[in-house]
Each structure stands twice: as C-alpha cells, then as structure tokens.
C-alpha cells in the first residue's frame, strides 16, 4: 500500500504548512497569503544546503528562513501599515526572486541519490521498511513541532499571540505591544510553512520553484476539513487536528488519483468534488432531518 | 497624580467637518481623587478619556502622569499604568479564551511576558480569591471560555483585569449603562469597593447626575471641549439637579435639554 | 490478482458497519437547530457524539467512492501496465506523450497487449509525489516520465520500476542518472538538449546582421534555463551580444516582449511553457516591430514564431518508445544508454516571414518543413 503510506507521508510533511496557517488565519485571524513564498523559501535553503551535504542544517535553516519571511510580512502589516492580504503578497513576490538567488538563478535542485535527513534515517534503521522510516521522521517532526507550540500558546507570549488574535484591543489595554506580537506570531508561524518545505524538499528529493504555487489553498483545506470532522475545542486539539486534517486531504487526492474513471485533465475537479462531497456531508444530514421535522409538523398541524 | 495642561483635538481641521473636540483643557487630580464627569453627547468626555489613554496625540498641550510626561508615550505603554473600563462589555476581554487565561494577561502586566507557564497555581489561587469577593459565582468558572458569559460578568471580570494590578489612573467611562439596573448596582457597587479598598485615582463618566453628584468626591461638567463646571466641597453638598440646570443656564446661555441627563 | 480483492471485501464490510453507525447515531440524536441568535453560545451537543457521527459519515461516503472505483481497475495479468506521468497539460508534453503511445502500438504494444495509464499533475507538483506512489502502488510494468521534475520525483522513489523519460534537458545534471552512456538508477530516456547552435546560423542564413538578441523566458522552468545559458555560451563565442526579459507566469509574456523591443534585433524562445502558452502574443509584437522569433521547437513556431531547428516533439516521444520496446524485449536497463536526440527538421513559418518581410533563401526553403500559422 504504497499510496496509503506516501499519502500519510505527505500529510504529515504539509500537516506543518497547515498549522503554520492555522497561526496565521485562526489563532491570529490574519490573511496571510506569503505562504506560497516562505514555503518555497524553506524548500530552497534545504535543497541548496543538501546539495551542499549538510541536510539537517537545512532543515534547521529552512525553518529560519521561513520566519524571515513571516517577520518581514509582519512589519509590513505593523509598522508600514500594508494592509495584511497585500503585505503577503507583496513577500511572496519578493520571496520569488530571493528563491531563484537561492538556487543559484536555477529554477530547479536535484537531490536524488544525495543524503538527505530522509536517506540518513534509513541507514540508520536497516531492519525496517524504508517507508515506515519515511513516515516515522515526519511523524516525528510532526509531533515534535506540535507539542512545543501546544506549550508555547500557553506561556505568557503565546497568551499575548492568542489574545491578539481575539480582541485587539484589550491586547493593548494590558499593556502588550500588539505589533511586536503579531510580528513574532506571523514569524512562527512562516517558520512552520518553510519547515514544511525543507523537509518536502529533502522529502521528494528536488526543489522546484513552482512547488509553492497554490500552497495557501492546500493549507486552508486541511484547516477546514480538520476542524470540519473533529469540531474545535482548544488550541492543542486545533493543532492537532489541522495535522489529521492535511492527512485526510491528501488521501483524498490520493484517491481522486486512483479513480480511472475520468480521463487525466480532471484531476482537479474530481478532487474538489471529493473534498466538497466530504465536508457537506454534516450540512446534507441537517438539511434532511429539518426536512423531516418539518414534513411532520405540518402533518399534525393539518390534522389538529 | 493626573495633570493635564491646556490640552486641545481638533479632528479634520481645515474641512467642513470640522470639529473642536478639546479646546485648551486643563484639569488636575490629586492622588486618590475620584471624579465624575458629566456632559451632554459631543462635549469631548469620552475624547478626554481616550486623550489620557493615548488612543491619539492631542494637537497641543501636555499630560502628566505621577509626574511623568506621557504626552507622547504609546496606548500600550500608558496601559501599564492607566485601566480603562468602556460602556461595551465585549470589549474588554478576550471571548475565545478562558477567565484565568484573561486575568493571567493582565496580571502580568507589570513584569516582563516570557516564556513561563502563564497560569500558575498560586496565581490561579490569588485569581480565584479575587473572585469571589466579587459574589458572582465567576471563581468557580474559571475554566469557561469568557464569550459564554453574561454582560454583567464580562464587565466584572474586566473591571478585576483593569484592578488587579492597581492602576495610577482608573478611567470609566459610563461601564454600567449598557447593563440592567440589578446589575448595574451590583458592579457599581464593586467598583466603589475597589476603589477605596485600593485609594485607586479614578474618573468616571456618567449619564446620571444624580448618581454623579452622589458617587466621589468631585464632579466636572464639560461642553464643546472645555470643563465648564467644577464642583467640589460643601458647594458639591448642596447641588441638586435643578440647581446645575440653573448653573449651566447661567453659563452657556441655552437649556440643558438631554433627557438622560435629568432622568433620576 | 487475488491480493486486490481483499481489501475491496474489508472495504465492502466496512461499508455496511458505517453505514449502519451513520443511520443508528442519526435516528438516536436529533439534531437540535442551533440558535443563530447568540453567537457567542457554543453548541452543548454531546461533543464525543458529534465527532464520531461526522467521521462515520465522511468514511461512509469515501468507502463508497473507493468501493465504486476500485472496483474498476483492471489489473490483469497478461497485459503489460504502462503509467505516464505528466506535468502539465502542453502542446509539446502532449505530441510527446502521443508520440510514444503510437510507436509502442506500431511496434506491436497496442490495446491487446498493454494498458496504458495517463496521469496529469495539473501543473501542481504536490499531486507529482501522490501519482508516483500510486504507480507504484499499482505495480507498472514501467513508467514513463515527461520532463524533469516529474522524473525526479519518480526515480526518488527508487522503487523496482525502471523508468523512461521523454525530453529532460539534462539528465545527468538534474541527478536522474549519471551516465549517459551506462544509465543507474533504473531509468533511462532521451533528452532534448536544444541545438542552439544550429538555430542562430539558421537565423544568420535567414536574416543576416542580427547583432543582439533577446531571450524571452520563465526563470522558473529549468530546460528553458539551461537552453538559455548554453545559448549565452554560444553567442559569446561568436561575439554577438545578447538582452533577457524574463517572466513568472504568462500574464506578464506581452510587457517582458515589448520591454525588448528596440533593444534587440531578434527574439530567441527556448523550450519554454510558459512563453508558449502566451506564443500569440508575442508573435503580435515581433511582427508589428518587424521582429524576427526564433523558437525551439516547431509547435511556437506554429503558433506565430518565425523558425527553428527542431526536434520533433512526437519523434522523440517514439525514440523512447522504441527504448521501452527494448527493455521490453529482455534487454536490461543499464545497456540501453541516454540518447541525445539530434535535431534535423528545419521549420520555417510563411506568414510570419511575410508579416515581416524576410526572404528565405532557395537553398534554406528546398531543405525546410514550410508552415503557416496554426489555425
């Protein structure tokens, strides 16, 4: 079942572009739209620095590099006074050209047969599978990345990110410097989408420059759907549940893929199909129970 | 403790919209002076406030807190030392996150935010006591999410965040006029409590004149900007509604005709 | 197979358990209209309930869809499973792909004899990892891979499938293999490294006295980069000089082409998707200004370019079909080496070389392929 184990492989991977999103559009209610740019950041940095034989600074780097782009986003929005949806895109258009310098003006890294934090992982674990390995490393990026925020938001700072996102006002009321705090959350949270691409970049051993493009749509489904299936109810279940709802995404990709019904050009509509018949279904269901209540309502007011 | 020297705001100067909402005002307050302030709908009481609170920077004239010149200082910055409670509950709190999680906000507004734990259990115990004087019932709710309670509880648990670390300057402005009168009693009754338990520096903004005249120790009236009216003392004693309809007559040469303002 | 069939039966019964969770829980509960009016007071619905309801549900109507489908694989035994992966819907992928699909059917691999399996990423390379793994899920007998990054990401797999790609500029330098003439990594194909050469000393027979020319590309796709880069080396060593205006995506192809013009005397296009997705355009421009195009490959000269040497995209689809058709025949992977596929048509656009007034010469027009615009 390579497809299942690839698919949660790749959830996992973009589970840390979706809950970078999750900061910026849910905890700090900001549209945030660098993604597309901070993503391919991260994925550049790893890929020139695994190129280079050093793959877990690149990871580590990517990170970085994906907070550079979120605090650069932010000071827009704070101190320039940008309005947030243009300061992102004003970040990811800057971030292209910075990503093509970073790849030395190619708009293409091979990786293949290069040690990646990937292949070390494997070598390291000769007995078993090397897709479980796979999957076990981004598990535990995964896992990792998502206890330490779920312990972040409840510090002091990570109350003053949840609040800012909450009421503004109030934020500033307790004496809190909202710019400050919403550069530092949109930092963390770019820094997240670029982990996403530098391990992706390791992951399927190339970086393209085009692999951010419509990565902000990718993020956003796996926030809906996660919260859509599992409901919201605090930020550690949140975050969590944005992680379970990128899996879920791509295994629907996945089977959008599988379906060989359809000739190959409608990929994308059968996949949307896919993810709007999956998160109406709450909706279907209430529209049919109402239907009922109604149908007899109306019958005991006939009759009575 | 407050010192405001010839303060003035004009906002759209230059345009047909002009307009003066502070016109070389000065006032003054003494440490633990609570004031009210009266006035009918665009006399500058709530520009004052938001003056005082940095919400903009006047055109003209100095602020002075405890001796600091805040003149030019930011909102949050002046927050640390300023509390202001508005007529909206809402606005006060955060509504996704929890009470304790508020007040842990707000209590730590005198140190440095890091990396700590935000709610502790001594804090949560110090939280819990600072509750229950309030007698709502909120200390044993701590865990709820703040959006699910009523106007009157969101404006006492803001009324504790803005308290909880005493401010210099504690500034209300009409924050029990969008509650029922049951409830308006019982937080106006709180507030007087902190106040004194705390000798907190406080003015306060009120429709009421009745309950302007009877709350604190001094009361100001403002018109179009300026402070018209300064009551203190035995003078204040002897006020009664008709005697500052009279007063204002007197002065600004037309009625006091604002119905809330007469109403008893 | 039999291995197939189990899981659609564990599908099957899993089916029947959510569906009957889904009709259980919905008679159990009703669902209570939430009351808009207050939007501050959150649903008191038993949260567990709630959650194991809206799964039940959302897996019901996946195992439906999966059932469904799986059930219309066909996966038999005798018949050879060829995949192609492609990345973008393109005139030049597309002659590729039907390129290598008509010479395997000429040499014998036709509908009785193989089944081949078209997938698209849609130009979103996050779908490129997906369709690779269900390949190889789907246990293909090879695959065949179109252009670069799909290549990569297929021979990154390092799964047992060999794999075949059509046109990656460079092979070696984009690590799918490192020999050109002893192919590794399982993988072989052919590549379609741009002749520039030949191209400027056509377009010096064309239209003589050209001293600089402009490049019109995206910097984001690497066999127009490359292309570029070698044209640079080349120019240089004839000492012509040479102007860019690059582009990310085709909304700015018609600014970058006029930006060019009276910079430079003619224009160069290298294998590039997004310049001919945008080719009419640009054909619009040069032909006003009186401006030479010279393309890489015949399918923008159709649309409007002026020449090129090209390679054809479908012959070089079929050379890699007859690669496949030797593997196919027992011969190992690493003994059938990479080929550069040389470029031999030279193709010429008439109603371009009227728009703007060049003569082609006798002896160039006799050898040359003559087209006029695509309709």
């Known amino acids: ?304 | 403790m407050l010192c405001i020297h010839d303060l003035t705001k004009v906002f759209a100067p230059g345009t047909p919209n002009e307009h003066v909402a502070l016109d070389h005002l000065s006032l003054s307050l003494a440490p633990g002076e609570f004031v009210t302030v009266i006035g009918s709908n665009g006399a500058g009481k709530s520009t004052l406030f938001s003056a005082i609170g940095g919400s903009f920077w006047a055109d003209s004239g100095a602020i002075f807190l405890d001796g600091k010149n805040i003149t030019y200082d930011p909102e949050h910055k002046r927050a640390a030392k300023i509390g202001r409670l508005f007529q909206d509950p809402m606005k006060g709190t955060a509504p996704h996150m929890t009470i304790e999680e508020n007040l842990a906000l707000s209590y730590s507004r005198s140190q440095r935010r890091g990396l700590r734990l935000a709610v502790c259990r001594r804090d949560r115990d110090f939280f819990r006591s600072a509750l229950a004087e309030f007698d709502m019932g909120l200390e044993d709710r701590m865990d709820t999410k703040v959006g699910l309670l009523s106007g009157g509880q969101r404006q006492a648990l803001t009324l504790l965040m803005s308290t909880i670390v005493p401010p210099k300057l504690l500034l209300l402005d009409e924050h029990t006029a969008a509650l029922d009168p049951a409830t308006a009693g019982k937080v106006m009754a709180i507030t007087n409590q902190i106040i004194q338990k705390n000798r907190l520096t406080t003015m306060m903004i009120t429709h009421n004149i009745q309950s302007a005249l009877s709350s604190g120790s001094r009361t100001v009236m403002m018109d179009s900007g300026k402070i018209i009216l300064d009551l203190s003392g035995v003078e204040r004693e002897k006020m009664t509604v008709a005697g500052l309809m009279e007063l204002y007559r007197a002065k600004q040469h037309k009625m006091l005709d604002n119905d809330r303002m007469l109403l008893v | 197979m039999p291995i197939k069939v189990v899981p659609q039966m564990m599908i099957t019964s899993v089916l029947v358990f959510q569906g009957q969770m889904f009709f259980c829980c919905k008679k159990a509960l009703p669902e209570k209209p939430s009351d808009s009016s207050d939007k501050m007071i959150f649903e008191k619905e038993k949260p567990m309930m709630k959650t194991i309801r809206n799964i039940a549900a959302i897996l019901t109507v996946l195992c439906m869809i999966l059932t469904l489908f799986a059930g219309c694989q066909q996966q038999s035994t005798e018949k050879i499973d060829i995949g192609i992966i492609q990345l973008i819907e393109n005139g030049a992928f597309n002659d590729m792909r039907e390129g290598f699909v008509q010479q395997m059917k000429d040499r014998g691999y036709d509908e009785s004899k193989a089944n081949f399996h078209y997938k698209n990423a849609q130009g979103d390379s996050t779908n490129l990892n997906t369709i690779c793994q269900e390949m190889v899920d789907n246990g293909m007998d090879l695959v065949v891979t179109i252009a670069t990054p799909a290549s990569q990401a297929m021979v990154n797999l390092e799964s047992d499938i060999p794999v075949f790609f059509i046109s990656v500029s460079n092979p070696v330098g984009a690590r799918i293999i490192s020999d050109m003439e002893k192919p590794d990594k399982n993988a072989t194909g052919t590549s379609n490294a741009i002749p520039v050469n030949e191209i400027f000393d056509l377009a010096d027979q064309l239209t003589p006295g050209c001293k600089t020319y402009g490049f019109l590309y995206n910097t984001g796709e690497i066999n127009a980069v490359t292309t570029v880069e070698s044209s640079k080396k080349y120019l240089d060593s004839i000492g012509l000089s040479y102007e860019e205006a690059v582009v990310a995506n085709s909304s700015e192809v018609q600014q970058a082409a006029q930006s060019l013009i009276g910079k430079v005397d003619a224009f160069f296009i290298p294998n590039d998707s997004v310049i001919q997705s945008a080719m009419n355009l640009v054909a619009e421009v040069a032909r006003e200004a009186k401006i030479p195009v010279y393309c890489s490959s015949n399918t923008t000269v159709e649309s409007g370019g002026f020449a090129t040497v090209a390679i054809s995209d479908t012959q070089i689809g079929a050379i890699t079909a007859d690669m496949a058709v030797e593997y196919l025949g027992g011969k190992p992977i690493a003994e059938i080496p990479s080929v550069v596929v040389p470029a031999t048509d030279v193709v010429i656009n008439k109603t371009t070389a009227e728009a703007i007034g060049a003569d082609i010469p006798e002896e160039v027009a006799s050898e040359a392929i003559l087209v006029e615009d695509a309709k």
């Open chain 1, 1 to 304: 079942m390579t497809l299942i184990v690839g698919s949660l492989q790749l959830g996992l991977i973009y589970g840390l572009l979706a809950v970078g999103v999750y900061i910026a559009f849910r905890i700090l209610d900001i549209p945030d739209l660098s993604a597309e740019g901070t993503f391919t950041f991260g994925l550049a940095v790893s890929a020139a620095l695994t190129a280079a034989g050093h793959p877990l600074a690149g990871v580590l780097l990517g990170f970085l590099a994906g907070s550079l782009g979120g605090a650069v986003t932010g000071v827009l929005q704070t101190k320039l006074r940008i309005h947030p949806i243009l300061a992102g895109i004003l970040t990811m258009s800057g971030l292209y050209s910075v990503n093509l310098a970073v790849m030395g003006s190619s708009s293409n890294i091979s990786l293949v047969g290069l040690d990646t934090l990937f292949r070390l992982a494997v070598d390291l674990l000769p007995g078993v599978d090397k897709e479980i390995v796979r999957l076990l490393l981004a598990g535990l990026f995964c896992a990792a990345v998502v206890a330490a925020l779920a312990l972040f938001l409840k510090t002091h700072i990570g109350l003053c990110i949840r609040a800012a996102g909450d009421n503004e006002d109030m934020v500033r009321a307790s004496s809190i410097n909202v710019d400050h705090t919403k550069i530092l959350a949109l930092a963390i949270a770019n820094g997240c989408i670029g982990l996403s691409g530098a391990l992706l970049a390791q992951y399927q051993g190339f970086a393209d420059i085009s692999s951010g493009i419509g990565i902000v749509a990718v993020g956003l489904a796996s926030v809906i759907i996660g919260e859509r299936i599992f409901g919201r109810r605090g930020v550690t279940w949140g975050l969590s549940v944005t992680v379970a709802g990128s899996v879920i995404y791509r295994l629907m990709i996945a089977l959008a893929l599988k379906t060989n019904l359809f000739p190959a050009y409608c990929l994308k509509i059968v996949s949307a199909v896919i993810v709007a018949a999956a998160l109406s279904v709450p909706a279907v269901k209430q529209m049919l129970a109402r239907r009922k209540i109604k149908r007899e309502g109306l019958r005991h007011a006939v009759h009575s």
